[in-house]
C-alpha cells in the first residue's frame, strides 16, 4: 500500500485530509472527513483533474449550505439591486415557517452552513437574533450578509452574542460620492463607522467580509476599498461583476464575460506561469487573459468556473421568505436582466415549500435530485456565447431541448456574477 492526499476544501476554510489507497485500488477517507462531506457508503462522487492534481467534488446528496431570505423588504434603494426588476409581494418570513426549516435542520445528518440573505435586508426582520441563534444552537456555522445601515451597537453585540460566524458587508464604494451614488438612501461613514464599532465589538470572535459589485462608474475604488477592509480587519473581499436590469444599466458594466466558449473546438489555451503585473508586463498580459479564455497560470485553467452551477458544486439550496425552496438564489424570484444586448427573463423556480413538506424531503425528492445532475453536468445551449434567439428571450426552454430551468445564460454558472 501506499499513502496519498486528498486536498478537500470546507465552507469554513481549506483542509487536507491524508487518505490512503488499498489493494484494490480503492481511495479510503477517513471517518471525519467523510462525515463532514456527506460521503456515506454508496455516495458517489465525481473527481476531476484540476491542473496536477484530482478534486473531489461533493456528492450530489449532500446538502452543505442553505441560504435563507429572511425578509424580500430593503430600506435602501440600490441601483444596482434585482428588486428593480421584477413587481412581487412583499413580507417577511413568519416564524413558523422558519421553526419548520430549523426542525429541516435538524432532521440532517450533518448541520449544514446556514447563511441569512436574499433580495432584501436580513437585519430588517424583527427576528433575525433569534433565526441567527436558533441556527447557531443546532450546530450550523451562520453567516449574514448586510448593507451595515441597521448595524448600530445594540445591533452588533447582539449578533455576536446570538454566534454569528461571519459578517457579510455590501459595500459598492470607497468615496462617499461613489457609495452614495449606488447606494441611494445611505452614507458611507455611516456604515464605516458601524462596521468599525462591529470589529472592535466582535474582538475577531467573528470572521467579516466585504462584498463588492464592480461597475465602471465605482471600479476605480477598488485598490481604496481594498486597503479599507484590511483595516477593517476583513479576511474576504468578494468581488463580482454587475448584473444589469435593463440597457442603461448594461452601459455601467465594467467587464462583460468572453464570448468564446472553453468548450468550442479550437479554443487556445496560453499556459502562463505566476507573474509580476507591472509595465512591462500589464499589456500583454490583459491582452492575452482577454482573448483566449481557456488560459491557465502555474497549471490551474482561468475559465474553471464557466459551464458550471456554483450552487450545486456548493451543495447548497435556497429558502424564500414565504418557504418557497429554489435549487439557487437566482431562481428565488423572477427578474429580467441584459444577455449579449438583450432582455433575458429569468423566471422563478421552486422544487417544493416548507408549508407542505420537511426541507430534507424536499431535498431528497428525486427530481430535485436530478435536476442537480443535470446542473452539475451542464448540458445547456450556451446562451452567453450565442447571438441570441428567442429561446434565450427566457429560462423556460434552449434548443437543447431543455426545459425550466434552462441555465445556459446563467452569469453565475459563468463565473460572471458571484454570492458569499
Not at 52 to 79: F, I, M, Q, W
Not at 242 to 263: K, N, R
Not at 322 to 330: A, E, F, M, T
Amino acid at each position: 500500500m501506499f499513502e496519498n492526499y486528498v486536498r478537500t476544501r470546507h465552507l469554513a476554510g481549506a483542509h487536507s485530509f491524508q487518505a490512503e489507497v488499498d489493494e484494490q485500488g480503492r481511495l479510503v477517507l477517513p471517518a471525519d472527513a467523510a462525515s463532514l462531506y456527506g460521503l456515506k457508503p454508496g455516495a458517489q462522487v465525481q473527481l476531476d483533474q484540476d491542473g496536477d492534481g484530482l478534486h473531489l467534488r461533493l456528492p450530489l446528496t449532500h446538502l452543505a449550505k442553505v441560504y435563507v431570505e429572511p425578509s424580500n423588504r430593503c430600506n435602501l434603494a440600490c441601483r444596482t439591486c434585482m428588486r428593480n426588476a421584477w413587481h412581487e409581494p412583499l413580507g417577511d418570513m413568519a416564524w413558523a415557517t422558519f421553526e419548520r426549516l430549523l426542525s429541516g435542520l435538524e432532521e440532517l445528518d450533518t448541520a449544514p452552513l446556514v447563511f441569512f440573505g436574499g433580495l432584501g435586508e436580513p437585519l430588517i426582520h424583527e427576528r433575525i437574533l433569534d433565526m441567527v441563534s436558533g441556527a447557531k444552537a443546532l450546530g450550523c456555522r451562520v453567516e449574514l450578509i448586510t448593507n451595515a445601515t441597521l448595524l448600530n451597537e445594540s445591533m452588533a453585540r447582539r449578533l455576536v452574542d446570538a454566534g454569528l460566524d461571519r459578517l457579510w458587508a455590501s459595500l459598492d464604494g470607497a468615496s462617499p460620492t461613489s457609495y452614495a451614488d449606488v447606494r441611494l438612501g445611505a452614507t458611507l461613514p455611516t456604515v464605516i463607522a458601524n462596521l468599525e464599532r462591529f470589529s472592535r465589538l466582535c474582538n475577531r470572535r467573528v470572521e467579516l467580509g466585504i462584498n463588492f459589485v464592480a461597475m465602471r462608474r465605482n471600479i476605480a475604488d477598488l485598490p481604496r476599498l481594498a486597503e479599507l477592509a484590511e483595516r477593517l480587519g476583513v479576511s474576504r473581499l468578494l468581488v463580482s461583476n454587475l448584473l444589469p436590469h435593463s440597457a442603461p444599466m448594461a452601459e455601467d458594466v465594467a467587464s462583460t464575460w468572453a464570448q468564446t466558449d472553453p468548450g468550442f473546438p479550437g479554443s487556445l489555451e496560453v499556459a502562463l506561469p505566476r507573474m509580476d503585473w507591472n509595465e512591462a508586463t500589464g499589456e500583454p498580459l490583459y491582452q492575452v487573459l482577454r482573448l483566449y479564455p481557456a488560459t491557465s497560470i502555474a497549471g490551474h485553467r482561468l475559465d474553471a468556473t464557466r459551464n458550471r452551477c456554483p450552487f450545486v458544486e456548493a451543495g447548497a439550496t435556497a429558502v424564500r421568505w414565504d418557504g418557497s425552496v429554489s435549487p439557487c438564489l437566482p431562481l428565488l424570484h423572477e427578474h429580467t436582466y441584459v444577455l449579449n444586448r438583450y432582455e433575458r427573463r429569468s423566471l422563478a423556480y421552486s422544487v417544493g415549500n416548507l408549508a407542505q413538506e420537511s426541507l430534507r424531503a424536499i431535498w431528497e425528492k428525486p427530481d430535485y435530485l436530478a435536476l442537480r445532475q443535470r446542473l452539475r453536468e451542464f448540458s445547456f445551449a450556451p446562451c452567453t456565447a450565442c447571438g441570441g434567439c428567442y429561446l434565450s428571450e427566457t429560462n423556460e426552454e434552449d434548443c437543447f431541448g431543455n426545459l425550466t430551468p434552462a441555465c445556459g445564460g446563467c452569469p453565475w454558472s459563468q463565473g460572471v456574477i458571484q454570492c458569499p
